[in-house]
């Protein structure tokens, strides 16, 4: 079983920064991609940015210059750099990893995280 833990979250004001981290635990050989999406209050889930093992990155156009992905394959971690933060940056940000390899060399298509909350103040 692999579980995705979320840490970061919290209260900022317009144009501060926070850092979001996720560590994904369990019998893990290998993840393919890991993200960040988020959900606001009445609004569909939406990818934030992605990040793949390799390195390759893709954000949302909104986060783009502002937000930063990276990952640390060897401790299963990634991070999520938050800058000139927004209002609109306001919803609870999961984690998620895609194509987990097990240990045992079982695949497991997705996981998601419980959910950190990231409040913007104007």
């Known amino acids: 079983q692999v579980q995705l833990v979320e840490s970061g979250g919290g209260l900022v004001p317009a144009g501060g920064s926070l850092r979001l981290s996720c560590v994904a635990s369990?019998?893990?050989?290998?993840?393919?991609?890991m993200g960040w999406y988020r959900q606001a209050p009445g609004k569909q889930r939406e990818l934030v940015a992605v990040?793949?093992?390799?390195?390759?990155?893709n954000y949302a156009e909104s986060v783009k210059g502002r937000f930063t992905i990276s990952r640390d394959n060897a401790v299963n971690t990634v991070y999520l750099q938050m800058d000139s933060l927004k209002p609109e940056d306001t919803a609870v940000y999961y984690c998620n990893a895609d194509n987990i390899r097990t240990v045992a060399g079982v695949i497991i298509g997705r996981s998601w995280g419980q959910g950190t909350q990231v409040t913007v103040s104007s």
């Open positions: 990040i793949t093992t390799s390195g390759s990155t």
């Open positions: 369990g019998s893990i050989f290998s993840i393919n991609a």
